[in-house]
């Protein structure tokens, strides 16, 4: 297995603001040599990558970027979204707080190709030290003539603006993100229009992840080809898994695609803490799906995850162990989901009190078969209606948990946790 | 136009780029059920009742906000799309009050009629969302356990009437639609429309219910009660009751009027003729004497509270004319007082209005006369039918009545005063005799109708130029307003109507169960009054008997001290 560090390279060796550190470890080559191509040779290049977006929703970015450069409409924006807030999710903190400026020259690139003289970084309210580094690498990026005007003398002018946001968990949905930034409440916008044709301030918007942005330099700098072999054959490069739960070495990893999911876990992160067993491995953050034992040779790589129904996400892998129980651990999935629905949508912001009401009932005791039928009703309902992935998503754990563990939801009914972890405190009284 | 063939439920259908899949199921006569849409100004896509199936796309649409593209294939109610949007309902009945039997919305409550027709005969869930409790401004009862979260109020209030004073807060569970602050709605710059409960889909916005105040004046022997309707309620009354929308029921209204026991019924027409009086000498005045132009009409109620909020600049453009309904307080405890020989103490006013703002105008500090609150207490129009409804009378069959004199009288115009642009062609028809010195025959100003939002005209009158906009909808005065304050437009005389219509379309008016319909009620409820007015033999204010009596016995002329001293106000910065 090669070591490839594209992402983590710099982790912890430098200095996060210092541009001249930065440039001193391979910081900026991806720049220089950007600006000595034309734009659609860049974009090319990320077609080769077989980039996919590393927030969640694995959108090929060589072509999101390509529409966005073809759609002729000034000033276009640039925006990155830092808000990570899928639990289980802390990768995104690592680029901002340990090498800011690889970030910020993958966005450089990209105001670069499309011409963008504006760009927004939208960090989560909680990273609120994180984000005075990011500010002061901008300054000193500005300072060194890395951005602001006239970048590397070439003529072209990017700003970049830190934006924070205020601890709602659907502002990491782009459109309601960009709703945010524009001050206003938090709800996602009826698609289409897409943000890159219609986003922040109406205008044409190229919004991507912290990771994603962080990979373009290395694209620029080795070629998509070369960048891609890094990887498995439909999914390029590497990327940051955050390896948390019950696991003995939590953290976060740069891994080349085509590991499969025992070989992190084991390999690693040391296996299952205390001994115990695995029950099931909770893959992409709370909207993602939970995946039994026996699926656990499955590579980490878009076409294999798809090929057993499931998906990367965010890149959480949250290891959970034999002594928990499914409808106890849904119980916390569900409470974080109601809390975060913004309430437009009828299924997601009814939807979620819903089923974590029936998982409550079902963790008192007072759980029947009919109650299980009527979370599956609802968890279809809420896929098939929702106003944004949110809501989409927000069924998945427990769908997929059904799916795999379903008699033990149907042992709670007949008054039983085998873990021992649900009150079951008699029918019907708290 | 480039036309586009799709499929829906199996038909062939073929409209115009753009057209939504709703609007292109229209057109094969199917309905799909909506709840939060409203054309043009709620297209959220938000409540999801209206999903459909489309052949080829993952999970379901929703149809108020999907454009239709060549060749798709739309199922609007197979056995996916029936099964998740009673679901949907479903989920959105768990959180609602069902105290329907209760409810002033039952039987007239989209929610009911919606989950009605998907069969939703069981709600499963047991916990009840923790919202706030009801609250009440004089005009306005929210009642937030009733609230489907559809934000159509939201979207009139901002978009419609650009007073912006509710919007979503929080999230998740505890979403609501509320206040800045949660302020009472009498605490900020709400105007009192009632817009919003006119769009909400169920009970959770209602107008301030003032009948036990009305009932118990009838109740007490001590009092003289008089009530006056104002000119929209007799062309929508009757909706209450199942009559053809528009229906003039004035007749009939008058006699469920006496019933109930009101000691005179009298008409707020009449009054409406005083202050054309009123107002068409002070238009002469201001242009003759340099007045302050342009002048515009002070009888909205809801559009004086926006003006003083946001307008500051324009109060002194105001008329300074009293509403019609506190022109008939002042008169009814003065001259009526006077004439019927009765303690104006012991007369309690009421007044049957289509509007929600009037309950705030009646308790504004200004509008008392010699000491005496003028108006006692506002009923909507669907207040009055509660209290028909409540008296067991069959109202369709009652016999027609006719009002009381010396404050029942009117003329054409005053009955048009319902409508927008009504007040503008009434002060017309007196403004062109005075200038005249004649008896015009010619009195259909026609430029001045219609249900546009904003219309300009000029009119030339014995060689006097007159320049005329009228506005219906606090929105549709704001821009105006924003283009008189930029110096790209002026007028001489301006009329506005708070509510899109004019009074028709009231804030107190019946409620239109059926959304996509309330043009056409607004429509057909202002041809109901057009129709009252080329029916009337006297179609001039100037000329009604009464009025001149009034004048005669009273005022002495229009304009005079004591005049001013009962009909005419000032206005506040608020």
Redesign the interface.
């Known amino acids: 297995m090669e070591d490839i560090k594209i992402l983590s390279a710099r982790f912890g060796k430098i200095k996060p603001d210092s541009v001249e550190e930065y440039i001193n470890a391979g910081g900026y080559e991806g720049l220089k040599k950007a600006v000595t191509m034309q734009q659609e040779e860049i974009i090319e290049e990320m077609k080769k990558s077989n980039l996919y977006g590393r927030g969640g929703a694995a959108y090929p970015t060589g072509i999101k970027w390509e529409q966005a450069y073809a759609v002729k409409k000034d000033p276009k924006y640039l925006v990155c979204n830092a808000d990570e807030g899928e639990p289980g999710t802390f990768k995104d903190k690592r680029i901002l707080a340990e090498d800011p400026l690889l970030l910020i020259e993958g966005m450089t690139i990209g105001a670069y190709i499309m011409g963008a003289k504006e760009g927004y970084i939208y960090i989560r309210g909680e990273y609120s030290a994180i984000q005075r580094i990011v500010k002061s690498a901008i300054e000193n990026a500005k300072k060194a003539g890395y951005l602001g005007t006239n970048i590397l003398g070439k003529g072209f002018d990017f700003d970049l603006h830190v934006v924070s946001g205020a601890g709602a968990y659907v502002c990491g949905e782009n459109t309601a993100l960009v709703e945010s930034l524009e001050g206003k409440q938090g709800r996602p916008r009826q698609k289409p229009p897409y943000v890159k044709n219609c986003g922040l301030f109406q205008m044409p918007t190229i919004l991507n992840n912290v990771e994603t942005y962080s990979c373009i330099p290395c694209i620029v700098n080795v070629g998509g080809e070369r960048y891609s072999s890094f990887g498995t054959e439909f999914s390029g490069g590497t990327k940051l898994l955050c390896l948390s739960g019950n696991v003995v070495n939590r953290g976060v990893y740069e891994i080349p695609y085509g590991l499969t999911i025992r070989e992190i876990i084991y390999n690693l992160g040391g296996g299952v803490k205390d001994g115990k067993k695995l029950k099931f491995v909770h893959l992409g953050g709370s909207s993602g799906s939970c995946l039994p034992e026996s699926l656990l040779d499955t590579r980490i790589c878009y076409d294999d995850l798809k090929k057993n129904g499931l998906s990367l996400g965010s890149g959480a892998v949250l290891v959970v162990d034999d002594s928990n129980c499914v409808v106890d651990y849904l119980k916390a999935v569900m409470e974080f989901f109601e809390e975060e629905s913004c309430g437009k949508c009828t299924p997601c912001r009814e939807g979620n009190q819903r089923l974590l009401e029936l998982l409550e009932k079902l963790s008192q005791g007072r759980g029947t078969l009919a109650d299980i039928e009527k979370m599956k009703s609802i968890a279809q309902t809420m896929k098939m209606t929702s106003f944004c992935g949110l809501g989409q998503s927000a069924p998945t754990a427990l769908v997929t948990l059904l799916k795999y563990f379903e008699n033990e939801f149907i042992e709670h009914t007949a008054g039983k946790c085998a873990n021992g972890k649900c009150s079951m405190n008699s029918k019907g009284v708290n | 136009m480039d036309m586009i063939n799709l499929k829906i439920d199996g038909l062939d259908v073929s409209v115009s780029k753009g057209t939504t899949i709703l609007e292109a199921a229209k057109e094969l006569k199917i309905d799909i059920p909506t709840l939060c849409y409203i054309k043009k100004l709620n297209e959220?896509?938000?409540?999801?009742?209206c999903?459909v199936e489309i052949e080829g796309k993952r999970?379901?649409q929703?149809a108020c906000?999907t454009n239709v593209s060549e060749g798709m294939v739309v199922s609007t109610a197979n056995k996916?799309v029936r099964?998740?949007r009673k679901?949907?309902l479903e989920?959105?009945l768990?959180?609602h009050n069902r105290e329907c039997l209760s409810c002033p919305r039952n039987l007239k409550c989209e929610l009911q009629k919606l989950c009605n027709e998907a069969g939703v005969d069981n709600v499963?869930?047991?916990?009840k969302?923790l919202r706030s409790p009801v609250s009440a401004s004089l005009s306005i009862v929210r009642d937030p356990g009733k609230c489907v979260?559809c934000g159509r109020c939201i979207s009139v209030c901002a978009n419609v009437q650009n007073v912006g004073v509710i919007?979503?807060a929080?999230?998740?569970?505890?979403?609501a639609v509320t206040t800045p602050y949660e302020q009472n709605l009498s605490e900020n710059s709400c105007i009192n429309c009632g817009q919003c409960i006119e769009i909400c889909p169920v009970g959770a916005l209602q107008e301030k219910d003032d009948t036990d105040k009305v009932w118990s004046a009838i109740d007490n022997p001590g009092l003289h009660v008089v009530v006056q309707v104002a000119p929209a309620v007799r062309v929508a009354l009757g909706e209450e009751f199942g009559m053809p929308v528009g229906s003039n029921v004035e007749g009939k209204m008058v006699s469920a009027l006496k019933r109930l026991g009101f000691d005179k019924v009298f008409d707020t027409d009449f009054s409406a003729d005083l202050t054309i009086m009123e107002e068409g000498t002070e238009l002469l005045d201001r242009i003759n004497n340099g007045g302050k132009l342009p002048l515009i009409t002070s009888c909205s109620p809801g559009w004086i509270k926006f003006c003083e909020h946001n307008y500051q600049d324009f109060l002194d453009n105001l008329s300074s004319c009293k509403s019609p309904q506190q022109m008939f307080g002042a008169v009814a405890k003065s001259y009526y007082a006077k004439r019927a020989d009765i303690d104006p103490a012991k007369i309690f006013v009421v007044s049957v209005m289509p509007c929600t703002a009037k309950k705030f105008e009646a308790v504004r500090d200004e509008m008392q006369v010699n000491g005496y609150r003028e108006v006692d207490a506002v009923i909507t129009t669907r207040e009055l039918a509660k209290m028909i409804k409540l008296s067991g009378m069959d109202f369709t069959k009652l016999p027609d009545g006719t009002f009381d004199g010396i404050l029942g009288e009117s003329t054409g115009a005053a009955v048009i005063f319902g409508a927008t642009g009504g007040v503008m062609e009434a002060a017309l028809r007196t403004v062109a005799d005075i200038l005249t010195g004649k008896d015009l025959q010619d009195i259909d100003y026609k430029e001045v109708r219609g249900l546009e939002g904003t219309r300009e005209a000029t009119v030339e009158i014995n060689g006097m130029e007159i320049k005329l906009a009228i506005v219906n909808g606090t929105g549709n005065a704001a821009k105006l307003l924003d283009k008189i304050r930029a110096g790209e437009a002026n007028y001489h005389f301006i009329e506005v109507m708070a509510c899109r219509g004019g009074c028709i379309n009231g804030g107190g008016q019946p409620i239109i169960l059926d959304k996509s319909k309330t043009e056409e009620v607004r429509q057909r409820r202002a041809e109901g009054l057009y129709g009252i007015d080329r029916s009337k033999e006297i179609r001039k204010s100037h000329q009604n008997p009464e009025i001149k009596e009034l004048y005669a016995d009273f005022f002495e002329k229009p304009g005079s001290h004591k005049v001013h001293e009962h009909l005419h106000t000032h206005y506040v910065k608020r």
């Open positions: 959220v896509g938000s409540c999801r009742v999903v999970g379901l929703p906000v996916t099964e998740t679901n949907i989920l959105i768990a959180n499963y869930y047991e916990k969302a979260l919007d979503f929080y999230r998740g569970p505890q979403t």
